[in-house]
């Protein structure tokens, strides 16, 4: 009778190191497969071109898909035919546009201008005030006792943020190189948005047609958490970001902020980026507002941390919730390391590129677990009925 149970325990046992070797070949093969294709990379250059080319348009298309399709849904479930709450939505968007061009375009137009032009200018009586601050008794008492001198730090600081910028102006001339490429993907991307209004809701199941009938329903259960990941974000950060350029130029306003207008814009515009975006945002303000008077400077630090707190505390809690359940620190490193391989593309789709990843990867670990088996607790190797339980003795001082 002990003879079945050991013999059990040992196939068990047999049957678990077979498992841990099939997953050991299956890291030994993807290793393989990776080798190979920088080996052979040269032969993926024809896609590479295709994808960089069909990409711009897609990535336009989808982001304004899910920024319209629920205006679309609303007007469906209204009784409207989907093509004529189509043409409605479209019709809508080129009536903001003329008005936009019209109403707001001269006017930004303006202060975008007369920024350029005075931003030098604010630059150095910003580097002046600066270095008076630095050079005066103050500062150099404390450059003496402490041992460092706040001028060369000032001056190194200036020069790595001259290095930065160079980098990404030259970026941005490139960028302004493929102007072409831009203007076509903005052409093409209202085609593209149209077909995607309309059939959207049929793509999915298209798409799960070509895959075996067991996995489409893990399948379309990624999908869907994939789509609701995106449109999540996408509609809440846009949604945050505007909200944030209103309260930023309503205070700006209120204070009599030069270039208010644009100011706002850039401060929405980088809000894009988690994080990050509003402390590059508030650079253009501090150098503004500093030059201006100390007490502007103060006024629009006051300013641009109530509607940092009401954006924190209200906004963002109501509209993005926590859908992406994503750690702020994690947030960060993925918009640096995205930032330094893929450039400023990089740092605009690193969250929802992660959070679409990290949806991909969670599904693919929890699927392996169910098929594998590693992770299952065998009983008759935890417990073994034969084995002899030694019960402990607590002993206690009189």
């Known amino acids: 009778m002990s003879q079945a149970p050991n013999g059990m325990k040992k196939r068990s046992r047999l049957l678990l190191q077979q498992k841990h070797i099939t997953f050991l070949f299956v890291l030994l093969m993807i290793g393989l497969i990776i080798l190979v294709f920088t080996k052979v990379s040269y032969v993926f250059e024809p896609l590479k071109i295709i994808v960089a080319t069909v990409s711009v348009p897609i990535i336009l298309a989808t982001v304004a898909y899910y920024l319209l399709n629920p205006l679309v849904d609303i007007l469906e479930r209204h009784k409207v035919k989907r ?20 109403e707001i375009i001269p006017v930004v137009r303006e202060q975008i201008m007369g920024l350029i032009e005075n931003f030098p200018l604010y630059s150095k009586e910003a580097q002046e005030l600066f270095e008076s601050w630095f050079g005066s008794d103050l500062f150099s008492q404390i450059q003496q006792n402490v041992g460092v001198n706040v001028l060369d730090i000032t001056q190194d600081i200036s020069a790595k943020v001259a290095t930065f910028f160079n980098s990404t102006f030259k970026g941005i001339g490139n960028v302004v190189g493929a102007v072409t490429e831009f203007i076509l993907a903005f052409i093409i991307a209202p085609f593209i948005l149209v077909y995607l209004l309309k059939d959207g809701k049929k793509l999915p199941q298209f798409l799960l047609n070509f895959l075996p009938v067991k996995y489409r329903p893990r399948t379309h259960k990624v999908m869907s958490e994939m789509s609701h990941q995106i449109s999540s974000y ?7 970001s505007f909200c944030i350029g209103i309260l930023l130029y309503i205070g700006y306003l209120i204070i009599g902020l030069d270039y208010s207008v644009v100011l706002a814009i850039i401060a929405a515009c980088t809000s894009v980026v988690p994080y990050l975006g509003p402390t590059i945002a508030i650079a253009p303000a501090i150098i503004v507002a ?3 008077s100390p007490f502007m400077l103060v006024k629009m630090i006051i300013v641009w941390t109530i509607v940092q707190l009401i954006e924190g505390k209200f906004i963002s809690p109501q509209i993005m919730g926590k859908t992406l359940k994503i ?9 640096l390391v995205s930032g330094k391989i893929f450039g400023v593309v990089g740092i605009i789709l690193a969250v929802p590129g992660y959070a679409m990843l990290k949806v991909l990867v969670m599904n693919v670990f929890q699927w392996f677990k169910e098929s594998s088996e590693l992770y299952e607790v065998d009983p008759e190797i935890i417990e073994d009925p034969n084995e002899v339980k030694t019960e402990k003795v607590v ?4």
Request: a positive charge; aromatic letters at 12%; glycine letters at 6%.
């Open 327 to 335: 750690h702020p620190i994690t947030i960060i490193f993925v918009i």
């Open 234 to 240: 996408i509609r809440g950060q846009i949604i945050v």
């Open 395 to 398: 002993f206690k001082e009189n």
């Open 290 to 292: 500093i030059v201006t």
């Open 83 to 102: 093509g004529y709450s189509i043409l409605f939505v479209y019709v809508l968007i080129m009536g903001l546009i003329t008005i936009l061009i019209v």
